[in-house]
């Protein structure tokens, strides 16, 4: 936060009786967290998702510290200032202040005495006074000014928009999943713990002496579950790709076993999936900070795609992005530069695709191209390029010009950024979920909510319930 002007203290002779000073201020999620990193205090009623109660609805009450600590803002940024020192606090809490609630903060000078203030000060919510206080305070000897200072950046490591797709598939029927190979315990408890969450009912298809071996290894009852005896790799992903096929099945889930085995299955033209376009991968990315879900593709399928192959990738990525409740996805494809350049060939295609959405080639939303990185998610450098439209500065999707390229801005997001990530391969009739080995639990529940809100997309061409959100 940066102070956005000086902040000057007065002495003791300085201050009448009576002079006063008020903020206010809105309780949010990371205030809350920030308070719990900072003091250790773990209370579960403090916190924004927990119940600390047992009532069944999270309460996310301010502590009486964090409040008496709004007083202490007004103390030293105003009345007397910096350099003030609080000697005696007494207070009394009152109502509960909330998270999402904003609060009246007031200090009032009420008496003087031997080169001490003594202030009254109030913390106001909508339920009423939540805190009153009585503060001492000594005002410095040697009052200062001083110039705005700029705190360090705090970032909370959340993923709102990936609770609010795994919120959104509560009005959805779990997608009947094939799972392919799951003779790894990762492979099998990222299924299990979909199924406990009903986005999916998995179909384990594999060895069963290995898909049981994983079971007890996690101690986890699988007897419940429909399971396939599949002899090796290739026919368990002829297997999934069949009961897709044959309407038994809405998705496949990729388990123990290598990509390239599970994807020549979906393109298979005797059992496979094949649609009209071409298949291609799509990372969903959950960026701290970030307004708003982000799309990168091509990382995982097409290695050097041309035209029109891209193309297919961009209308992929569109459509799934209107299946998770973006009205109008804003695709961005990216090139190292913004200009056209002949010895670029990224941004001859970036161009020809942006013509092909403005000629109806692609359809459901707006594409711009050539975008470098910056000016494709930085309104503030889009500017400086004057670069205009709806997409420059604003991209959800980021196309990128081939799977290198993608596949190090997706992993630099993760691993730098600290974004957690769903993964699909789109293009086929059906979802086709596709998750790595060195991917979190987390990763693998949120890609299963994925594929279960496109594969309800694709029967019904809306977003569940709750979804949709303005672009």
Same mark, same amino acid.
């Given at each position: 936060?940066?102070?956005?002007?000086?902040?000057?203290?007065?002495?003791?002779?300085?201050?009448?009786?009576?002079?006063?000073?008020?903020?206010?201020?809105?309780?949010?999620?990371?205030?809350?967290?920030?308070?719990?990193?900072? +003091?250790?205090?773990?209370?579960?009623?403090?916190?924004?998702?927990?119940?600390?109660?047992?009532?069944?609805?999270?309460?996310?009450?301010?502590?009486?510290?964090?409040?008496?600590?709004?007083?202490?803002?007004?103390?030293?940024?105003?009345?007397?200032?910096?350099?003030?020192?609080?000697?005696?606090?007494?207070?009394?809490?009152?109502?509960?202040?909330?998270?999402?609630?904003?609060?009246?903060?007031?200090?009032?000078?009420?008496?003087?005495?031997?080169?001490?203030?003594?202030?009254?000060?109030?913390?106001?919510?909508?339920?009423?006074?939540?805190?009153?206080?009585?503060?001492?305070?000594?005002?410095?000897?040697?009052?200062?000014?001083?110039?705005?200072?700029?705190?360090?950046?705090?970032?909370?490591?959340?993923?709102?928009?990936?609770?609010?797709?795994?919120?959104?598939?509560?009005?959805?029927?779990?997608?009947?999943?094939? /799972?392919?190979?799951?003779?790894?315990?990762?492979?099998?408890?990222?299924?299990?713990?979909?199924?406990?969450?009903?986005?999916?009912?998995?179909?384990?298809?594999?060895?069963?002496?290995?898909?049981?071996?994983?079971?007890?290894?996690?101690?986890?009852?699988?007897?419940?579950?429909?399971?396939?005896?599949?002899?090796?790799?290739?026919?368990?992903?002829?297997?999934?790709?069949?009961?897709?096929?044959?309407?038994?099945?809405?998705?496949?889930?990729?388990?123990?076993?290598?990509?390239?085995?599970?994807?020549?299955?979906?393109?298979?033209?005797?059992?496979?999936?094949?649609?009209?376009?071409?298949?291609?991968?799509?990372?969903?990315?959950?960026?701290?900070?970030?307004?708003?879900?982000?799309?990168?593709?091509?990382?995982?399928?097409?290695?050097?795609?041309?035209?029109?192959?891209?193309?297919?990738?961009?209308?992929?990525?569109?459509?799934?992005?209107?299946?998770?409740?973006?009205?109008?996805?804003?695709?961005?494809?990216?090139?190292?530069?913004?200009? /056209?350049?002949?010895?670029?060939? +990224?941004?001859?295609?970036?161009?020809?695709?942006?013509?092909?959405?403005?000629?109806?080639?692609?359809?459901?939303?707006?594409?711009?191209?050539?975008?470098?990185?910056?000016?494709?998610?930085?309104?503030?450098?889009?500017?400086?390029?004057?670069?205009?439209?709806?997409?420059?500065?604003?991209?959800?999707?980021?196309?990128?010009?081939?799977?290198?390229?993608?596949?190090?801005?997706?992993?630099?997001?993760?691993?730098?950024?600290?974004?957690?990530?769903?993964?699909?391969?789109?293009?086929?009739?059906?979802?086709?979920?596709?998750?790595?080995?060195?991917? +979190?639990?987390? +990763?693998?529940? /949120?890609?299963?909510?994925?594929?279960?809100?496109?594969?309800?997309?694709?029967?019904?061409?809306?977003?569940?319930?709750?979804?949709?959100?303005?672009?």
């Amino acid at each position: 936060m940066t102070q956005t002007s000086t902040i000057k203290a007065r002495g003791y002779d300085a201050i009448e009786i009576g002079e006063h000073a008020e903020l206010t201020r809105t309780v949010t999620a990371n205030d809350l967290v920030f308070y719990s990193h900072a +003091s250790g205090d773990l209370n579960p009623l403090h916190l924004p998702e927990l119940d600390g109660d047992g009532d069944g609805v999270a309460e996310a009450y301010a502590p009486t510290a964090y409040m008496a600590g709004l007083l202490s803002a007004l103390v030293g940024n105003t009345l007397p200032g910096p350099g003030s020192r609080a000697t005696d606090f007494k207070g009394e809490a009152g109502a509960p202040l909330k998270m999402g609630e904003t609060a009246r903060v007031r200090i009032e000078i009420v008496a003087k005495s031997g080169g001490l203030l003594t202030l009254k000060g109030i913390v106001e919510g909508p339920g009423g006074v939540a805190l009153t206080a009585q503060i001492t305070v000594a005002p410095p000897d040697n009052p200062q000014s001083f110039e705005a200072y700029e705190l360090p950046d705090l970032l909370v490591r959340r993923h709102p928009h990936f609770d609010r797709l795994l919120k959104a598939c509560d009005g959805i029927e779990p997608a009947r999943t094939g /799972v392919v190979q799951p003779h790894s315990e990762d492979a099998l408890d990222g299924a299990l713990k979909a199924a406990a969450r009903e986005l999916i009912t998995p179909i384990l298809i594999g060895k069963r002496t290995k898909i049981e071996a994983a079971a007890r290894a996690l101690g986890a009852d699988i007897t419940g579950f429909e399971l396939i005896e599949a002899e090796d790799a290739e026919a368990a992903a002829a297997t999934a790709c069949r009961m897709v096929a044959d309407g038994d099945a809405d998705s496949v889930m990729k388990g123990h076993l290598h990509t390239d085995t599970l994807l020549r299955a979906v393109l298979s033209r005797s059992h496979g999936l094949r649609g009209d376009r071409r298949l291609s991968h799509a990372f969903i990315l959950d960026v701290p900070g970030r307004d708003g879900l982000l799309f990168v593709t091509d990382a995982a399928v097409n290695i050097a795609p041309d035209l029109l192959a891209k193309a297919d990738i961009v209308q992929n990525a569109i459509d799934l992005a209107l299946a998770l409740g973006l009205k109008v996805p804003k695709a961005a494809i990216l090139s190292a530069v913004e200009t /056209v350049n002949p010895a670029l060939p +990224s941004t001859l295609d970036a161009a020809a695709l942006s013509k092909m959405a403005d000629r109806g080639q692609i359809t459901g939303g707006l594409v711009d191209g050539p975008l470098a990185m910056d000016n494709a998610v930085d309104l503030e450098a889009a500017a400086v390029k004057k670069l205009t439209g709806p997409v420059a500065g604003r991209a959800d999707i980021l196309v990128a010009p081939n799977l290198e390229a993608g596949n190090m801005l997706a992993k630099e997001l993760i691993y730098l950024a600290r974004a957690e990530t769903a993964g699909i391969v789109l293009g086929a009739r059906a979802p086709v979920i596709l998750t790595s080995r060195a991917d +979190s639990a987390f +990763s693998r529940l /949120v890609s299963c909510a994925v594929a279960a809100l496109h594969a309800s997309w694709l029967k019904t061409g809306e977003p569940a319930p709750g979804l949709s959100r303005d672009a």
